[in-house]
Nanobody
C-alpha cells in the first residue's frame, strides 16, 4: 500500500520561505513521477512541480525561479523549497506519485499541508 505524508506547511509572511516534505512508502515501481500540487477552495488543483525517475524536472510558470523540487531517494523523501513566497501561493499543497507524470497516472496522493502567506 502506497502512502504519502506531507509536512512543513505553515504560515509565513510574503517574501519568506518554507520547505515542504513528502515521505513515500510502499511504492515499488522502477519508474515513477512525484510532484507537488496545490489547490485553493473553489479552484481546480494545479501542478506546481514534478520530478520523474529519469531526473526530469518541471515547474509551473508561476513558481519558476522561486520554488525548487528535489528528492532524497535513499530516504524516499520529496521536497519543495519555496522562496520569495507570494500571497497567491496560499493553498493546500499535495504530494502525488505514480508511474508517470500524466495527471491520470498520479494514483497516489497525500492528505495535504496548508501553506498560508500573509502580507
Amino acid at each position: 500500500q502506497v502512502q504519502l505524508v506531507e509536512s512543513g506547511g505553515g504560515s509565513v509572511q510574503a517574501g519568506g520561505s518554507l520547505r515542504l516534505s513528502c515521505v513515500a512508502s510502499g511504492y515499488t515501481g522502477s519508474r515513477y513521477c512525484m510532484g507537488w500540487f496545490r489547490q485553493v477552495p473553489g479552484k481546480e488543483r494545479e501542478g506546481v512541480a514534478a520530478v520523474d525517475s529519469d531526473g526530469s524536472v518541471s515547474y509551473a510558470d508561476s513558481v519558476k525561479g522561486r520554488f525548487t523540487i528535489s528528492q532524497d531517494n535513499a530516504k524516499k523523501l520529496l521536497y519543495l523549497q519555496m522562496n520569495s513566497l507570494k500571497l497567491e501561493d496560499t493553498a493546500m499543497y499535495y504530494c502525488a506519485a505514480g508511474p508517470s507524470c500524466y495527471y491520470s497516472d498520479l494514483n497516489y496522493w497525500g492528505q495535504g499541508t496548508q501553506v498560508t502567506v500573509s502580507s
